[in-house]
């Protein structure tokens, strides 16, 4: 029997940040529905007697609160009786991430799991942009050194980025052509994606919410003086924004596609108008900021459009 409980799989609570933090903005909106909230790390979800068995804890989550969250009960849970179970941990994209889409997968008909495990797994975050190269800066995925040159020679000042990270872990501006740091990072990361530097980040990217195959919202990030990161998490500071008629119609097209894709709830990322190359597919992010700025709840439209 299916109840009203939502499961989240993710990094466990305390390892969060309450201020800007997704997964509790959506958990607590949900709660306010009466659902209960049972949550689990990827590493205690398994496979016990035919059944997806998750070993975790049900919580509640209150921003009124010093500690924001509570553990109710600790309990195995078979999650089939989940009505829906988000993905919610953050990459690496390794070989345990893909594994608990396998297990996931048994579920998928009887309970709403977002985004759709088969679907995460087919779209590679950075990979998939490929299919928009026209909309992005120049971008290469290689990890063949010489490529990596000829590009550098082109274009005088690129961004490498590892393919299955996050969070602007890893990333490298490189200004001069270093052989050793290159050579290194292939060695570390096998396929990389290489991009021409856009002098205009400095102003800030912006993070475009699609939920449902639809556009919802979207914000600004501006790096820290001296830093070309736009990530939060690296001291970018979030500002309101607009997006211009160049970037509704890449969003409106990337959009219809999540949706063919199965992919309910995404992230995609634009520095002066132009797709990064980032679609996030497995942990989007900025809803509570988006609301901290706007004061429009998109977690309200998330459970809406899943008619929970």
């Known amino acids: 029997m299916i109840s009203k409980i939502v499961a989240i799989q993710g990094d466990h609570p305390s390892k969060l940040n309450p201020a800007t933090d997704t997964s509790i903005f959506l958990a607590n909106e949900i709660q306010n529905k009466n659902y209960k909230v049972f949550y689990y790390v990827p590493k205690n979800l398994s496979i016990i007697n035919s059944k997806v068995i998750a070993d975790g804890f049900f919580i509640?989550?209150?921003?009124?609160?010093?500690?924001?969250?509570?553990?109710?009960?600790?309990?195995?849970?078979?999650?089939?009786?989940?009505k829906f179970i988000l993905i919610r941990q953050d990459p690496p994209f390794n070989l345990e991430y893909i594994s608990t889409t396998y297990i996931l997968d048994i579920l998928k008909d009887n309970v709403k799991i977002i985004n759709n495990p088969s679907s995460i797994r087919n779209i590679s975050e950075k990979l998939y942009s490929s299919r928009y190269l026209k909309y992005m800066p120049k971008t290469i995925f290689t990890q063949n050194i010489k490529e990596v040159k000829k590009f550098f020679i082109a274009h005088k000042k690129i961004i490498l980025k590892?393919?299955?990270?996050?969070?602007?872990?890893?990333?490298?501006?490189?200004?001069?052509?270093?052989?050793?740091?290159?050579?290194n990072f292939i060695k570390k990361h096998d396929h990389i994606m290489c991009q021409k530097y856009l002098p205009k980040i400095y102003k800030g990217d912006k993070r475009v919410f699609l939920i449902n195959g639809k556009v919802r919202g979207a914000i600004s990030r501006v790096p820290r003086k001296g830093s070309f990161l736009s990530n939060m998490s690296k001291g970018a500071r979030p500002i309101k924004t607009k997006l211009t008629q160049t970037e509704i119609k890449i969003c409106k097209l990337i959009a219809k596609d999540m949706s063919k894709q199965k992919i309910f709830f995404?992230?995609?990322?634009?520095?002066?108008?132009?797709?990064?190359?980032d679609?996030?597919?497995?942990?989007?992010?900025?809803?509570k900021t988006f609301y901290d700025l706007s004061k429009v709840n998109l977690a309200k439209t998330f459970w809406k459009e899943l008619k929970a």
Do not use: R, W
């Open 266 to 277: 995404a992230g995609i990322d634009f520095i002066d108008q132009k797709l990064n190359g």
């Open 162 to 183: 590892p393919i299955h990270s996050f969070s602007g872990n890893d990333i490298y501006l490189l200004s001069k052509f270093d052989l050793k740091l290159i050579k």
């Open 60 to 82: 509640k989550f209150n921003y009124k609160n010093k500690k924001i969250f509570k553990i109710l009960k600790y309990q195995k849970l078979d999650l089939a009786k989940c």
């Open 279 to 287: 679609i996030n597919v497995t942990s989007p992010t900025g809803l």
